[in-house]
């Protein structure tokens, strides 16, 4: 009978934790969603530094030094010198500007100006950022050395230069070839009275006449302008008017004649072959509303155009040929600061939505998250340059987190689960970690970062000692030399691994061991957005 009553107890007991258990259990999960509902304080100023990303974007930055064509102001990479410097004679123009586009010594206005949209973006956003360590006036620096390129690009309004160069493998500053016809023969397409004619010229390719289906590439112009515009319309009016001006005309331009480049041009296809026009056409016209305020810019884009071309509710990837998911992210900004124009857009709320569900494709533990990573959680699209996805969709993620800082946006819904800003911020700093050397491979691949990088860049410059004294042709025993790179093409950031997390460190493996200037751009605004804590997104005017 004792026995009995003590095990009636003990079973009471039991019972009396579990109901106490569900009700302690029950208090804290309300407690939770109550908490999930609170948005978070909106963030002052940029707080403390935080070392590695300041660092890294030291580092980061000086790529742009290394990609210079032109002659160099103040040069800070002592392997570099004046290159260049006749660029545009036969079109009697000063293209020496620019920046090459990736480890060859073509000058692509179209990832150029992709490349002066993202940087123009990271300045405007995380200027402060910049500012406390010491990097916002080269950023500015490199950002004109680009724009002053498209400028003179841009000498008539229906005239655009979009291509310099030849694939020669020698030091820039050694290059005294006429872009041989041998390496590079481009056809020059010209319309005379509606009648094409094909010129052989190895140097430049101009495209005439507004016939000239063109858009993709004077869009993504027009946006860097309009874009860059803005980072100068403080400090240099003067000059913030000439490239809106510019962002404008070719803007108008590119509507009025659809098209894309590759399509039009087969030539370019080999290098950058495009997948569309849309995009761009969206993308521009977003930086020129931001640019000018002309609520024209918003109804196009967010009107029959959008419905056009952006297929909202189907998230893309950001990138060189894809603006779509940056357009959706850069849209949402309108509505933190009140914006008449936001309230009741139908159009607008679509592109708000599309950016929700990009932001719920990159949160690993989203019910719609990607599958495509790598054990090691990097986001991995592409064998190619597999890089540029990962670190363009954590720049977007941050900012993303930021809007909604700056919004008291409380929490970001992907299905039947939340997710706060600072579960965007943990995962963008997962991928730049992963950039840095938090891989299974322990390397660094921002060249000059870390103990352990790439030491065989796929990179011309970098390859050829100063002293050695080659032409265009017998410079390629340098890209099958088994010896590292003579000079180091710090701040590069390369293609990247494999889906199966390997690297080949080989000058001729370029998928994965060539950087881009335009890759460059996006590991500056993610790295630049990681510098400090969080901060409040300020009007762009």
């Known amino acids: ?10 079973l009471a007991l039991v019972i009396l934790a579990l109901v106490v258990g569900a009700v302690v259990y029950t208090v804290k999960k309300k407690m939770d969603n109550k908490n999930d509902s609170k948005p978070a304080p909106v963030p002052g100023p940029p707080g403390a530094i935080d070392k590695k990303y300041s660092d890294a974007l030291k580092i980061a930055m000086q790529f742009f030094d290394v990609k210079k064509s032109g002659r160099l102001e103040d040069n800070k990479i002592s392997w570099r010198g004046n290159s260049a410097l006749t660029d545009g004679s036969e079109a009697k123009l000063d293209l020496s500007k620019g920046m090459y586009d990736a480890g060859d010594h073509m000058k692509f206005g179209f990832p150029m100006a992709f490349t002066a949209t993202v940087l123009s973006w990271a300045i405007l956003e995380y200027g402060g950022q910049m500012e ?32 310099v160069g030849d694939k020669c493998w020698e030091r820039p500053e050694d290059l005294k070839e006429k ?8 056809n020059v397409v010209i319309l005379f009275k509606d009648k094409l004619k094909k010129i052989s010229w190895g140097w430049f390719k101009p495209y005439l006449h507004q016939k000239d289906s063109l858009s993709k590439r004077k869009d993504e112009t027009a946006a860097a302008m309009a874009s860059a515009s803005l980072v100068f319309k403080a400090a240099d009016s003067t000059y913030s008017s000439t490239l809106l001006t510019h962002a404008k005309q070719l803007f108008s331009f590119a509507d009025n004649n659809r098209g894309s480049y590759s399509e039009n041009i087969p030539e370019v296809a080999t290098y950058y072959n495009s997948t569309g026009y849309g995009d761009e056409l969206l ?10 305020g002309d609520r024209s810019y918003l109804g196009y884009v967010t009107g029959e155009n959008g419905k056009q071309f952006a297929p909202w509710g189907s998230p893309t990837w950001f990138s060189w ?3 779509l998911a940056g357009t959706q ?9 009140g914006s008449k124009d936001a309230s009741g857009n139908s159009g607008l709320e679509n592109y708000r939505k599309s950016a929700e569900d990009v932001m719920c494709s990159l949160l690993p533990k989203s019910p719609s998250a990607t599958s495509s990573r790598t054990d090691g959680g990097l986001i991995w699209i592409s064998e190619w340059n597999s890089l540029q ?17 700056t919004s008291q946006t409380a929490k970001l819904t992907c299905g039947d689960h939340s997710f706060k800003p600072s579960d965007l911020r943990k995962f963008a700093k997962s991928q730049a970690d992963y950039v840095l050397g938090s891989n299974p491979l322990k390397m660094s691949f921002l060249v000059g970062y870390g103990d352990k990088y790439p030491q065989y860049v ?31 093409a710090v701040g590069a950031l390369v293609g990247g691994p494999f889906l199966n997390e390997t690297f080949i460190d080989s000058r001729n493996n370029s998928m994965q061991t060539e950087p881009t200037t335009y890759n460059s751009a996006l590991i500056v605004g993610l790295l630049s957005s990681l510098v400090t804590t969080s901060s409040a997104v300020r009007s762009f005017t």
């Open 1 to 10: 009978m004792g026995k009995e009553s003590k095990s009636r107890g003990f």
């Open 132 to 163: 406390a360590v010491n990097e916002l006036e080269l950023a500015r620096e490199s950002l004109k050395w680009i724009t002053d390129f498209l400028v003179t690009a841009h000498p008539l309004e229906n005239v655009l230069y979009i291509q």
């Open 179 to 186: 872009r041989p016809l041998t390496q590079n023969l481009m």
């Open 283 to 292: 993308w521009a016209e977003s930086w020129l509303y931001h640019a000018t």
């Open 321 to 323: 040929d894809n603006k």
């Open 329 to 337: 992210v850069l849209l949402f900004r309108i509505s933190l600061f």
């Open 389 to 405: 996805h990962p670190v363009a969709s954590a720049f977007l993620a941050v900012l993303y987190s930021d809007y909604m800082l």
């Open 458 to 488: 796929h990179h011309r410059g970098a390859s050829i000692p100063v002293d050695a004294t080659t032409g265009c042709a017998d410079g390629f025993q340098w890209l099958t030399s088994p010896k590292p790179n003579r000079n180091v």
